[in-house]
T-cell receptor, first 115, second 113 residues
Framework: NAGVTQTPKFQVLKTGQSMTLQCAQD?????MSWYRQDPGMGLRLIHY???????DQGEVPNGYNVSRSTTEDFPLRLLSAAPSQTSVYFC??????????????FGEGSWLTVV | KQEVTQIPAALSVPEGENLVLNCSFT??????LQWFRQDPGKGLTSLLL?????REQTSGRLNASLDKSSGRSTLYIAASQPGDSATYLC????????????FGAGTQVVVTP
């Protein structure tokens, strides 16, 4: 059972480049989400999905794009990288609404530097 | 907008002492609250999840309480060990916006031998 798998773990981008952070889970979770973690600011929600074909914006969605074509995968696309997007990105998943099954599981993180 | 606060931001205790970590939230209309541990350079590991109808949850040396009316949760770690050194975060799942988990900034804990 791999849980939540994120790739790549480290990436350096030049300003203006685009890239995709991959996230996959093997727990048949309906809910998947992307967060960024910055010093002193905690984790902030970028985008989330409650099932295949359904996505919604979080707190800081600008500059990021997502899609959910399968239950397992939830890629995060940076459209035109900016230095302000230098951060650690975490993917997370859980079962959808339902008592006792909402424990959220996180990937190991992706460290992104934009120069 | 829901705001989640964790005080203190950092804490250092000698081994064997009990740890008390605080989490407060501004909107009591929550679905559940979850406590996480994060080690340096790693992802978050879930410690305890408390549903809105519960008052506390326990797992081994860990005990988490929830007082929705006052907007507070407390994580107790009994008889701390150096291996408990990590950052502890709480997260609230709002009742009205189920998908939008809201995190506190965390408390960094150091347990000295």
């Amino acid at each position: 059972n791999a849980g939540v798998t994120q790739t790549p773990k480290f990436q350096v981008l030049k300003t203006g480049q685009s890239m995709t952070l991959q996230c996959a889970q093997d727990m048949n979770h309906e809910y998947m989400s992307w967060y960024r973690q910055d010093p002193g600011m905690g984790l902030r929600l970028i985008h989330y999905s409650v099932g295949a074909g359904i996505t919604d914006q979080g707190e800081v969605p600008n500059g990021y794009n997502v899609s959910r074509s399968t239950t397992e995968d939830f890629p995060l696309r940076l459209l035109s990288a900016a230095p302000s997007q230098t951060s650690v990105y975490f993917c997370a998943s859980s079962y959808a609404q339902g008592a006792g099954r909402n424990t959220i599981y996180f990937g190991e993180g992706s460290w992104l530097t934009v120069v | 907008k829901q705001e989640v606060t964790q005080i203190p931001a950092a804490l250092s205790v000698p081994e064997g002492e009990n740890l008390v970590l605080n989490c407060s939230f501004t909107d009591s209309a929550i679905y559940n609250l979850q406590w996480f541990r994060q080690d340096p350079g790693k992802g978050l590991t879930s410690l305890l999840l408390i549903q809105s109808s519960q008052r506390e949850q326990t797992s081994g040396r860990l005990n988490a309480s929830l007082d929705k009316s006052s907007g507070r949760s407390t994580l107790y770690i009994a008889a701390s060990q150096p291996g408990d050194s990590a950052t502890y975060l709480c997260a609230v799942r709002p009742g009205g916006s189920w998908g939008k988990l809201q995190f506190g900034a965390g408390t960094q804990v150091v347990v000295t031998p």
